[in-house]
């Protein structure tokens, strides 16, 4: 474990660290944490020792390169300059920078790569490459991003190209948003990724479903399905950029808040300030783990307080609910808070136009119904859900955990912005009668939108959708490896083995999904599935590009919508439907 409170005794002194004083929390001294957020919180300034802040970058990442299911997790802050360093990304870390602009904070070089999953030194297996994140920063070189789900690439600037693979090996991302690429984007072995408002040179790459939403038109593929797997939406029809913390020279550290936009293409944060307003810290109260429980952090809702999660893992054994609408909470290092006691993680009371970002929700031994539950609200104004990624198991522990679901959203006009929400199909305790949760996502509220929404290995319905006006824009599913027998998954009807992936309800009217990729893998015994999407036969329940793929193992799949589409039997074979509704299909 690094010992991060004697670091300076290492010779670790010139990194940034903060005084606080007269409510102002200013850049004082040099030290290398800050007393606001906490030890896990690294801030660097650009005249501090290029060595050692190098040095300290190497020691979290060798940490993290392989802690997959590990205890730690750490925020990189850079405040505003140039850094001549070379860093990697591993598990649980979030570096950004604390300009009000991408350009503002520029670093030599950040990756990500993927050769730690094997000994075998050809090997370059991304597809556990989860968990972190890059915000706010310019590289100032070509960047490997080799990265899966529960990852977030935002509001950055490449000014070479960016690779989302390690030498082309297996990769299941990805996400990435509101950035600006000189150079080419190229994809190469990544299964699917949805791309949404960015700008770049062009795009390379294409494996099964990948998406582009309110991209600059100049860089996206012109090609599409059955062609290709490109599937282009010209414009982001409602969106809102996740927040993210900043240092002003004037009052200190903040938390700068995008306003939401309507039919947007391309990156927005070239208008700088114009784009949103600064939150000082004082209008937030700073969780720290170990240190603060749930009553703590209720009463700072109940006073009013927004909530930032400073990083670590939170076992709180009562509900945290927020009840004023407006309210953020924002992690910071992908903070983690776990159900301890069958609790629901976070709750909400008649509360709209909220941000909820930068968290993962953990279930516990004792079940609980929910991990995220956002409750119904009149003529509710839009909330964002962003980074938000929910768990099911895998971690350390003497007992599996256990839900009825991850999240059941019953709030109108709900955005969704990269959510994974995950059934551990491996590390501790994973079995089908071990951890064991039904649904993923439950959608009861209306006009909800969700940008790339992975939905896995759950033991029933992975999503639910049961809102009218509702649109998904790239989703990804692989529905469980761990089915015993058929007897285990017969369908509600009786009459078909395996639950869809995607149910639209049958009261549903109105739904739009584009960019749809559902794949099976029968890893245990052979599991006759019907069909990936069940929706109503009606006009107005519209799907556009899905795809089916047979992964590997046992087969096989019947159909991909209802009783549409072709079978997929053998490995690596894949079904493609352009467009179904009301029961007419191509």
């Not at 915000?135 to 490449?158: F, P």
């Not at 783990?289 to 076992?315: C, H, M, R, S, W």
């Not at 589409?565 to 439907?577: P, R």
């Amino acid at each position: 474990m690094i010992k991060k409170k004697y670091l300076y005794l290492l010779g670790l002194a010139a990194l940034a660290g903060i005084l606080t004083g007269c409510g102002k929390n200013k850049i004082e001294t040099i030290d290398f944490h800050s007393d606001i957020f906490g030890e896990n919180v690294y801030i660097f300034k650009p005249q501090d020792d290029t060595a050692k802040v190098q040095e300290t970058l190497d020691k979290i990442y060798s940490r993290q390169e392989t802690a997959q299911f590990g205890d730690e997790r750490y925020a990189v802050y850079f405040m505003p300059g140039t850094y001549d360093i070379s860093t990697n990304v591993g598990f649980y870390t979030q570096m950004s920078g604390l300009g009000l602009l991408p350009t503002d904070t520029r670093i030599k070089a950040i990756n990500t790569y993927a050769r730690w999953l094997s000994d075998d030194p050809k090997n370059h297996n991304a597809t556990c490459n989860f968990w972190r994140s890059i915000e706010n920063l310019e590289m100032q070189s070509d960047t490997v991003w080799a990265v899966s789900q529960a990852t977030g690439m935002r509001r950055v600037k490449v000014d070479g190209n960016l690779a989302l693979h390690d030498n082309y090996g297996w990769a299941s991302g990805g996400f990435l948003a509101d950035s600006q690429i000189e150079g080419i984007v190229d994809s190469g072995s990544q299964q699917q990724w949805l791309s949404r408002n960015n700008s770049y040179n062009s795009w390379t790459g294409q494996n099964w479903n990948m998406v582009f939403a309110g991209d600059a038109p100049s860089g996206v593929p012109t090609k599409t399905w059955p062609e290709a797997s490109y599937t282009s939406v010209p414009e982001t029809e409602i969106i809102r950029e996740k927040p993210f913390l900043v240092y002003d020279k004037k009052d200190g550290f903040g938390v700068y808040v995008p306003d939401w936009k309507k039919k947007s293409v391309s990156f927005g944060w070239e208008n700088g300030s114009k784009e949103g307003k600064f939150l000082p810290l004082d209008d937030f109260y700073v969780a720290k783990a170990g240190i603060d429980t749930a009553g703590t952090v209720n009463q700072a809702l109940a006073d009013g307080k927004n909530i930032l999660f400073t990083p670590g893992i939170y076992e709180f054994s009562e509900t945290l609910t927020i009840s004023k609408p407006g309210t953020i909470v924002l992690g910071m290092g992908l903070a983690t808070i776990r159900s301890s006691a069958g609790n629901t993680c976070i709750t909400t009371e008649n509360a709209d136009d909220l941000i909820l970002a930068g968290l993962l929700l953990d279930a516990g031994a004792s079940e609980s119904d929910n991990l995220l539950y956002l409750s119904a609200k009149d003529n509710a104004a839009p909330s964002l859900l962003a980074d938000m990624y929910f768990r099911i198991g895998g971690i350390p522990g003497d007992k599996p955990a256990k839900a009825k679901a991850c999240i059941t959203i019953d709030l109108d006009n709900t955005v969704g912005d990269n959510l994974w929400v995950w059934r551990a199909d491996h590390g501790d305790n994973v079995g089908w009668d071990l951890n064991s949760c039904p649904n993923g996502i439950i959608i009861n509220g209306n006009n909800v939108t969700m940008y790339a929404l992975m939905v896995e290995h759950f033991n029933e319905y992975q999503t639910m959708w049961n809102g009218n006006n509702g649109t998904c824009i790239m989703y990804q599913s692989e529905v469980p490896y761990d089915v015993p027998d058929k007897g285990k998954w017969i369908n509600p009807d009786g009459k078909r083995f395996g639950y869809a992936s995607f149910k639209v309800s049958d009261n549903v009217s109105s739904f739009t999904g584009t960019g749809i990729g559902i794949y099976l893998y029968n890893r245990d015994n052979t599991i006759p599935m019907y069909c990936a999407m069940e929706v109503p036969n009606v006009q107005g329940v519209h799907v556009h590009n899905i795809i089916t793929v047979c992964l590997n193992g046992f087969p096989g799949m019947k159909c991909v919508i209802n009783e549409a589409g072709d079978s997929v039997i053998n490995a690596g074979q894949t079904s493609k439907i352009l467009d179904y509704e009301n029961g007419e299909w191509k």
